[in-house]
T-cell receptor, first 114, second 113 residues
Framework: AQSVTQPDIHITVSEGASLELRCNYS??????LFWYVQSPGQGLQLLLK??????LVQGIKGFEAEFKRSQSSFNLRKPSVHWSDAAEYFC????????????FGAGTRLTVKP | KAGVTQTPRYLIKTRGQQVTLSCSPI?????VSWYQQTPGQGLQFLFE???????NKGNFPGRFSGRQFSNSRSEMNVSTLELGDSALYLC????????????FGDGTRLSIL
């Protein structure tokens, strides 16, 4: 079965600094990979997704992620963090038809220092 | 285009009661999935409905059930509530075809006293 590991529970960065959130997955076939963001009291918003093709995918809000099959990783990056990026970030892997059997990582909480 | 709507946003129940949560998907979406989110267990998949049929099911007891109506709206029911059922319940909808991402509602916060 597929699984996702987000090694960092909490990350703090200064506003304007670069950001990288780590995600490792376990899945036998080519995975469908997603990054979602959740603000307090709200649902999850899709940042970006990878299904196939170019391994560097661009998302909303200036985020990008790179799929590395050899490392089973799908790390999320942003060159310059804004205070509004403070939230919880979830990596997810989907399998099967419609990706409905999605497995989420435990999440990484991002704090942005002024 | 309206997003996924979940009602109610907040709910307080006592142990032993039952509860029904509602989810209205994005117009045109035929697939609705339900998730439970808790600080201890994170996000866990409950089940998914497509065209009024349960297509996939997670590892939850039979007290958790759901259904989907012909207009794709979905309800989730939890019977004989336990303290551990306190959680944020999230609903997500998608077109139901391969490679389509899920879009989440803001959730229903269920508290069990």
């Amino acid at each position: 079965a597929q699984s996702v590991t987000q090694p960092d529970i909490h990350i703090t960065v200064s506003e304007g600094a670069s950001l990288e959130l780590r995600c490792n997955y376990s899945y036998g076939a080519t995975p469908y990979l997603f990054w979602y963001v959740q603000s307090p009291g709200q649902g999850l918003q899709l940042l970006l997704k990878y299904f196939s093709g170019d391994t560097l995918v661009q998302g909303i809000k200036g985020f990008e992620a790179e799929f590395k099959r050899s490392q089973s990783s799908f790390n999320l990056r942003k060159p310059s963090v804004h205070w509004s990026d403070a939230a919880e970030y979830f990596c997810a892997v989907g399998a099967g038809y419609n990706n409905n059997d999605m497995r989420f990582g435990a999440g990484t909480r991002l704090t942005v220092k002024p | 285009k309206a997003g996924v709507t979940q009602t109610p946003r907040y709910l307080i129940k006592t142990r032993g009661q039952q509860v029904t949560l509602s989810c209205s998907p994005i117009s045109g979406h035929r697939s609705v999935s339900w998730y439970q989110q808790t600080p201890g267990q994170g996000l866990q998949f409950l089940f998914e409905y497509f065209s009024e049929t349960q297509r996939n099911k997670g590892n939850f007891p039979g007290r958790f059930s759901g259904r989907q109506f012909s207009n794709s709206r979905s309800e989730m029911n939890v019977s004989t509530l336990e303290l551990g059922d306190s959680a944020l319940y999230l609903c997500a909808s998608s077109l139901g075809q391969n490679n389509q991402p899920q879009h989440f509602g803001d959730g229903t916060r269920l508290s069990i006293l």
